[in-house]
């Protein structure tokens, strides 16, 4: 892991390997660990580069609200930062992908392609972002236990819940060791984040999303159409996982993104 100096703080971000630049970016409200069992498989082939989001795991933690458009500027500092200059493969899940669409709208020459998982365009309905408010309120008063109460029973199947108890107790650690003005800001970032939808045809990159079968958040009949909606987009549906597919079934998900990355290796950048 590397401290990577970004505007107004520095971020952990774990970086190896060679080849064309792969940037995973984690959900709400986790950390770069959550890539795991992406950044070994990948990291072989490609430049991997996984960055804890600012307020998450080892990195600067910002008071207030951090809005989507700075998570994707705090990217754009950490590619610098790591002397990738080539267009990378941006892989975002769930709120990585809110932050997706910040970097594909500001920094479009930066970008080779698209994976997105388990995520939405959609902004916040009002009763949504009211809830984040709420939440941001009990977290900042009680602590990230709060953060992990609401939201571990809506990110794993109930499959992967009844098979796999360490992985579940690493997720609940992973969101408890955050802090709870971390947690609240990116919470407060995503209530007032923009609707995308707009954008999703003017996407012209070669763009893969990922969803699993079960996913209770960003539900696969959503995501189906919001892949429809992006010209030439794959749809890949992960069976035996919820929202946290790459966690759930990386075999799966690994799978597909090795195809995608092998069929980008015969089209010439756009
Ligand atoms: C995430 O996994 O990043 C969250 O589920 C996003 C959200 O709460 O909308």
């Given at each position: 892991m590397q401290h990577v100096a970004v505007p107004n703080g520095t971020l952990n971000v774990y970086a190896q390997g060679k080849g064309t630049p792969?940037?995973?970016?984690?959900?709400?409200?986790?950390?770069?660990?959550?890539?795991?069992?992406?950044?070994?498989?990948?990291?072989k082939r490609n430049r991997v580069i996984v960055p804890d989001l600012r307020g998450f795991g080892e990195s600067t933690v910002t008071t207030g609200t951090v809005t989507m458009e700075e998570f994707a500027d705090d990217l754009h500092g950490v590619l610098h930062g790591v002397w990738v200059d080539t267009p990378v493969v941006l892989c975002g899940l769930s709120m990585g992908g809110y932050v997706a669409w910040q970097f594909f709208r500001k920094y479009r020459p930066q970008l080779r392609a698209l994976i997105l998982c388990d995520t939405r365009a959609t902004a916040d309905s009002p009763e949504a972002a009211a809830g984040r408010h709420k939440l941001a309120e009990t977290v900042l008063a009680t602590g990230s236990q709060a953060a992990s109460d609401a939201m571990l029973p809506k990110l794993?199947?109930?499959?992967t819940v009844e098979r796999w108890p360490d992985l579940v107790a690493s997720v609940r650690s992973m969101i408890v060791r955050n802090k709870p003005t971390g947690i609240a800001a990116a919470a407060l970032g995503m209530a007032e984040r923009p609707d995308c939808t707009d954008l999703l045809s003017q996407i012209d990159v070669p763009t893969l999303v990922i969803?699993?079968?079960?996913?209770?958040i960003t539900p696969s009949a959503d995501m189906q159409k919001m892949a429809e909606a992006i010209p030439g987009a794959q749809f890949v549906q992960i069976p035996n996982a919820g929202h946290l597919a790459p966690?759930?079934?990386?075999?799966?998900?690994?799978?597909?993104?090795?195809?995608?990355?092998?069929?980008?290796?015969?089209?010439p950048a756009s």
């Open positions: 792969l940037l995973f970016v984690h959900g709400f409200p986790l950390n770069n660990s959550m890539w795991q069992p992406q950044a070994e498989m990948f990291s794993m199947s109930s499959k969803c699993g079968q079960d996913d209770q966690l759930e079934n990386p075999d799966a998900v690994n799978g597909a993104i090795n195809r995608f990355l092998i069929s980008l290796d015969a089209r």
